[in-house]
C-alpha cells in the first residue's frame, strides 16, 4: 500500500502524519523522532519510511502533557483543523 493509497483509504481516516502530530503538538519532527525512541508516543510503522499515529495516542499524550489547559481543552479542533489542512497532507 503505498501513501496515497493509505492517506485516501480507510486508514487515512484514522491515521495521522508525523508532520501533522507535530503541528499539533507544536514541536520539531526531530522531537517526534524522541518521543517514539523514548516510547512517549505510540506509532505505527506501516514501511520502514512510512510512520502513523492514532489521533486517541495523541490525545493522550497531550492529556498527561504539562501543556496549557488550552491545548488539552481543545484536543478534538486541533485534531480536525489539522486534518482539513490541505498542506499537511
Known amino acids: ?3 496515497k493509497e493509505q492517506n485516501n483509504g480507510d486508514w487515512g ?3 495521522l502524519t508525523s508532520q501533522q502530530v507535530a503541528d499539533i503538538l507544536h514541536i520539531s519532527l526531530r522531537t517526534l523522532q524522541n518521543y517514539r525512541d ?3 508516543l505510540n506509532y505505527i510503522r506501516i514501511s520502514p ?9 495523541v490525545i493522550a499524550l497531550i492529556q498527561k502533557s504539562h501543556c496549557s489547559t ?3 481543552d481543545n ?3 486541533l485534531l480536525k483543523v489539522c486534518r482539513v489542512s490541505p498542506e499537511l497532507d
Open 1 to 3: 500500500m503505498d501513501v
Open 13 to 15: 481516516d484514522l491515521l
Open 38 to 40: 523514548d516510547g512517549r
Open 49 to 57: 519510511r512510512i510512520i502513523r499515529y492514532f489521533p486517541q495516542d
Open 70 to 72: 488550552w491545548r488539552k
Open 75 to 77: 484536543c478534538a479542533r
